[in-house]
């Protein structure tokens, strides 16, 4: 009987640790990227934009992608893009040829790639990243195609590297919101944006944009990339 009674005891230990491990992985694995939303519109006559909200709900998590929206015009190309830890950034398919459709496009993700950042290589991810990722837009406005007696309004502010980082041919993607609705996206370059450069950014806009309509700048900057720096 005290061979039956450590046989099981055994078990139980086992069942217990394979618990605790499975718990363990579980609480270490990636969360799944969080899609807040998609939307399209029309770019330019006979082509649109399309549009999804991401989400990285992981803080030490970074993850790479391929991504393509189903239209009522068919798939849009295969592209690629990624999230850096507890980043929130539009991604699109900006230019494509065809009528644009009322409904919104639905979103699709592929070969998804997780990767962890190593504490042994950055001890704190959020604070190295804050400190390579301060951009701000200021001196925002925006002008109705009736004031200026055009078929297009027009969107222009300051984009300010705050960085103390030069960044060699980055890419922004300026959001246009009116209220809580995200109304246009535009892609943005530069080239070599030096650390507290200032640069002046226009864009036309449709023209039933509201003057109080705001902007958010989203960085397409992967900071974990040397490449992306000026040596």
């Known amino acids: 009987m005290n061979g039956y009674f450590t046989d099981q005891k055994s078990v139980l230990e086992i069942v217990q640790t394979t618990g605790r491990l499975n718990q363990l992985l579980i609480a270490r694995a990636a969360l799944p990227i969080t899609i807040e939303g998609t939307t399209a ?5 006979g082509r649109f934009d399309a549009v999804a909200l991401l989400q990285n709900p992981n803080k030490d998590w970074y993850v790479s992608f391929d991504y393509q929206f189903d239209t ?6 295969l592209m690629k893009g990624f999230l850096l830890p507890s980043e929130e950034k ?30 042994h290589d950055i001890s704190n991810v959020s604070s190295w990243l804050s400190a390579r ?8 406005k925006v002008t109705s ?11 222009s502010f300051e984009l300010i590297n705050k960085n103390y980082y030069d960044y060699r041919e980055p890419d922004f993607l300026i959001a246009l919101w009116n209220g809580s609705t ?13 650390a507290q450069e200032t640069r002046n950014v226009e864009v036309a806009i449709p023209s039933n944009v509201p003057g109080s309509a705001s902007i958010k700048v989203y960085p397409q900057i992967d900071f974990f990339d040397s490449a992306v720096y000026l040596k």
Do not use: C, M
């Open 72 to 77: 009522s015009n068919g798939f849009t190309p």
């Open 133 to 140: 990722n301060q951009f701000s837009a200021s001196q925002v």
């Open 90 to 119: 539009p991604v699109g398919a900006f230019n494509i040829i065809g009528a644009f459709g009322s409904s919104e496009p639905s979103f699709k993700l592929s070969n998804i790639k997780w990767r962890r950042i190593s504490k």
């Open 145 to 155: 195609a009736y004031d200026i007696g055009l078929a297009e309004g027009r969107l």
């Open 41 to 45: 519109y029309e770019s330019a006559t």
């Open 182 to 194: 995200l109304t246009r996206v535009y892609k943005i370059h530069l080239s070599h944006f030096l």
